[in-house]
């Protein structure tokens, strides 16, 4: 990532975004999920919860071989330089766990599980879906899944995989996912790949949240023709994340807001 430009799609975002609580949108589906999920200030009980895991995770000082799956190659990183360093922060996390909550999805599906922080995030507001994840970093993954028994997440199912590999037979067995958080590898032909993919089961009350859209300039083209899509009815760009939605009997309408 270029700090600069970077700072650049930020400063960009904030004088071209939506400052508002809801207020001035069109769309009523927007405006509720606006006020009711984006804006929701009340503290849940699980927040403090997966927060003193992150703090331990911050602190813990195990080397993993970590695989890059851009360059193939192991290298090695601490258990809190990754915590530090690749998850998502508490504020988002939370996001994704006011939108599952909402969404009462049957099926989740995550790629990217890292540590398993956002997963929790999820698994937790909707217990009785069913929470599939992906990571193929071997020694990452055996930690989430330490993390999944710590809080008794019986709900999650943690694939141990390359996504580029392991996507096309996954969908096959879990055959219609509701909530879809992509958050693996931040690139434009991952992410356009893994989009078009998941796509083949798209329905109306489907959810898709991609992480990082405006990580790069790349990740921001990419977001670009995510939203052209047919099948995408609403998005929201919140700068962190982009949010889809896809049911045909709303007004097509595209957001960017602050968050
Ligand atoms: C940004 S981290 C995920 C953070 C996590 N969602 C959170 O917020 O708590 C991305 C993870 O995706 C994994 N990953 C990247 N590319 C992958 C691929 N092709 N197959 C499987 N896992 C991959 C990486 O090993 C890394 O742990």
Redesign the pocket.
Known sequence: MNRLNYLGRLLKHIFTARHTLGFGVHSPYIFCFTRFVLYEKNPFYVYAEIERLRRELENDRRVLQ??D?GTGKNRQSSVAS?ARK???SSKY?QLLFRMVREAKPAVIL??????????AYMAMACTHAKCYT????PQ?ASIASDNFLKFGLDNVRLRR????EGLVPLLTEIERPDFV?I???HTSD?LLRYFEIIMSKVHNDMVIVI?DINWSDDMQEAWQQIKRHPNVINSLDIFGFGILFFNPERNKMHYKMIF
């Open positions: 970590v695989t799956f990754i690749s998850l998502n996390g995550e790629l990217g599980t890292s540590l398993g922080i956002s997963t992906v990571e193929g970093c990452i995989m390359n996504i580029d958080f958050d693996a590898n991952a992480d």
